[in-house]
């Protein structure tokens, strides 16, 4: 049973869904708006191989039904503020009533303890406050941070572990288990080496961008090159592969002063190379830099958006995009998940589904219901 909204949750049961799990989305009318929306792009990217249907968990008998799925489950996956499920009188305990083997997520920004408990986030939102932001930024004054909800994906992934952990626990045990996951400490997490350097030496760890001191490189950066938005990135680790880069470059004379000599020199005046070799790769596009220093065996890569990914001959040969019919929106391409097993043949995707499309199979098929009682409860507002 799928309560989850944005990203982080429906990530979770998104790879469920992918491996063959039944994933049941709960929905409303009143919500299924923007970027919950059945037909929103977001919504269709996070959604797939799931069913939905319409509950208004704000009516008594909505969360009546909803207890009824719940007893035939084996998972409910929530992504609310702790207050929410708790004034529904739909926490764990109430759900374990009637499924004493069942186990249950609850993703909350701040978890389900604490003073903060109550306090509503997103990924950026948990990537600032966990520090992330700030150490991947590229100084002090810009705190630039990363440019999607990174917090949500490794939150989703956190999920999933521990929703398999607590199965393998109940085929051993029987008896289920409740996840509280915090999304601000799954952040925290990313940070281990940091916090311990922090803590262990009282070091100051200053944000550094593109730039990485500990590596022995240099040039060791992201370049632009022509084009609106194109961007290469090199490194050059040895004197070797520095002479191979200025032959490249066809020998420019900057390249021949002492500063730039030895790797020693070349990264103590970092900056002043990194503006040197800018104003070569800017002239030429990313893909043409990324095959010059590739022939000559030097590491480079063209920095891929996602139209460039669509076409990686890589990602092509593993056959990792798939087409899905979408009832309104027709053809769309998605991802297929990067796990294969062998001998084992990864179940057929499914395009996001309509709201309510599942109504008739879960409540007849699953619950019971006569073709009145569903009237009726439309009738009612309940399943809406």
């Known amino acids: 049973m799928d309560l989850t909204r944005v990203l982080a949750g429906p990530y979770s049961t998104r790879i469920l869904a992918d491996f063959g799990a039944e994933i049941i989305k709960v929905q409303s009318k009143k919500t299924a708006t923007g970027a919950e929306s059945n037909t929103a792009p ?3 990217a996070w959604n797939r191989n799931k069913s939905s ?3 208004d968990l704000s009516r008594l008998e909505a969360r009546e039904l909803f207890l009824k799925l719940v007893k035939i489950s084996d998972v409910v996956v929530e992504n609310f503020s702790p207050r929410v499920m708790t004034n529904w009188d739909l926490n764990y305990d109430r759900l374990k009533e009637v499924n004493a083997e069942l186990i249950m997520l609850s993703m909350s920004g701040m978890g389900q303890t604490g003073k903060w408990k109550d306090f509503v986030a997103f990924g950026p939102t948990l990537q600032s406050l966990g520090g992330l932001t700030y150490l991947t930024s590229y100084s002090q004054d810009e705190p630039t941070g990363l440019g999607y909800a990174y917090a949500d994906l490794v939150s989703g992934l956190y999920g999933v ?25 799954a952040v925290c997490t990313t940070l281990g080496p940091t916090l311990m350097d922090a803590l262990t030496n009282q070091n100051e760890v200053l944000p550094k961008g593109n730039a990485a001191g ?19 990135v090199i490194a050059v680790f040895s004197d070797e592969e520095w002479n191979d880069l200025c032959s490249v470059m066809d020998n420019p004379t900057w390249a021949m002063e ?3 000599s030895t790797p020693t020199k070349r990264k103590i005046n970092e900056a002043e190379l990194d503006t040197r070799i800018e104003k070569w790769t800017s002239k030429q596009t990313a893909e043409e830099v ?25 990602l092509l040969a593993r056959d990792f995009f798939v087409e899905l019919k979408h009832p309104i929106l027709g ?26 499309e599942a109504n008739h199979y879960v409540f007849q098929e ?19």
């Open 42 to 44: 977001y919504f269709c």
């Open 53 to 55: 249907i319409t509950l």
């Open 161 to 185: 572990i521990a929703i398999l952990a607590a199965l393998e626990y109940r085929d051993k045990t029987g008896h289920g288990q409740y996840i509280d996951l915090s999304e601000y400490e």
């Open 214 to 232: 500990h590596i022995p490189a240099a040039p060791y950066g992201c370049y632009k090159c022509l084009g609106e938005d194109r961007w290469c």
């Open 258 to 260: 002492d500063r730039f």
């Open 290 to 314: 990324a095959k010059l220093l590739q022939e000559a065996e030097i590491s480079s890569g063209v920095v891929q958006d996602a139209e460039d990914l669509s076409n990686d001959p890589q």
């Open 331 to 356: 053809t769309t391409t998605t991802d297929k998940n990067p796990i294969k097993f062998r001998g084992s043949k990864q179940e057929s995707l499914r395009a996001s589904p309509l709201l309510g």
């Open 366 to 384: 699953l619950l019971g219901l006569s073709e009145n009682d569903i009237r009726s409860y439309r009738k009612k507002g309940i399943i809406a």
